[in-house]
């Protein structure tokens, strides 16, 4: 089950009666993932969940020059 909250429009039993989609889990992981990054959950802490967020603290060589050619190249 871990796992399965990322998946787009999975929601558990226990949320059913409060309003959503369940799409905000597996937008926010899909948008860290295009960032080279992680969103998973640690729960392995007594009574409660934890959502870790890692991202790259440099960007991947070449990756830099090669977006700016792009965003410069539409305007």
Do not use: C
């Amino acid at each position: 089950m871990k796992e399965r909250i990322f998946e787009p429009f999975y929601r558990l039993k226990e949320t059913m009666r409060q309003k959503g989609t369940g799409i905000g889990l597996a937008l926010a992981r899909s948008l860290v993932e295009l960032h080279k990054g992680q969103l998973f959950l640690d729960d392995n802490w007594p009574g409660m969940n934890k959502f870790v967020l890692v991202l790259p603290a440099r960007p991947e060589p070449g990756t830099k020059d090669k977006a700016a050619t792009k965003t410069h190249s539409n305007l």
